[in-house]
C-alpha cells in the first residue's frame, strides 16, 4: 500500500485510533449499503436475499475488514473498537428483525419464526461463510458460496406451503 507506520501514526495517535476509524467506515459504508439493497427490494423475502449478498460483496470487496475485525475481537477485554463492533452487530440486527417481521406479517416467513434466533443464524452464516474463505486463503469463495448457503437459510425461515 506504500504507507509507512510513521504515516500512519502522523493521522492516528493509536493503533486504537486506526481501529476506531475503520470500524466507523465499515459501519457507515456496511448499513448505508444494506439499507440501499433493501429498500430497492419487492419483499421482505427478496430484500433479506439482497441484504445477504450484499453483504458478501461488501466482504468480498474489502477482504481486509474482518482480518481487522476477527483479530481486534479475540483481544481480551472492553475496546472501543469492541464496541463500535458490537454497536454495528445491534443495528444491523435491527434492520434484519425489522424485515425479518415484515416477511411474517405477509405470510413469506413462518409465522412461529423467531425473529432474533433468526437474526443470529443470519449474521452468523455469513461470519462462518467469511471464516472458511479466511481458511481457504480465496475470498472468491465467499461469493462462490454464498448463494446456495443462502437458499438453505431460506427453506428454514420459509412459510410452510
Sequence with gaps: ???????L??????????LEAVMSWVTDRLLARVDKAAEGAASPKAALEAVFMTHIDFVSDHPGVPRMLFGELQRPGETL???MAQTLIRHYGERLRGLLEAGKVRGELRADLDP??????????????VMQSMLAGDVTHIRRDAPGVFAIYLRGIGAVQ
Excluded: E, S, W
Design 1 to 7: 500500500m506504500g504507507l509507512t507506520q510513521g504515516a
Design 9 to 18: 501514526f502522523r493521522h492516528f495517535p493509536t493503533k486504537d485510533a486506526i
Design 81 to 83: 473498537p469492541k464496541r
Design 116 to 129: 432474533d434466533a433468526a437474526t443470529t443464524l443470519f449474521i452468523g452464516t455469513i461470519q462462518g461463510l
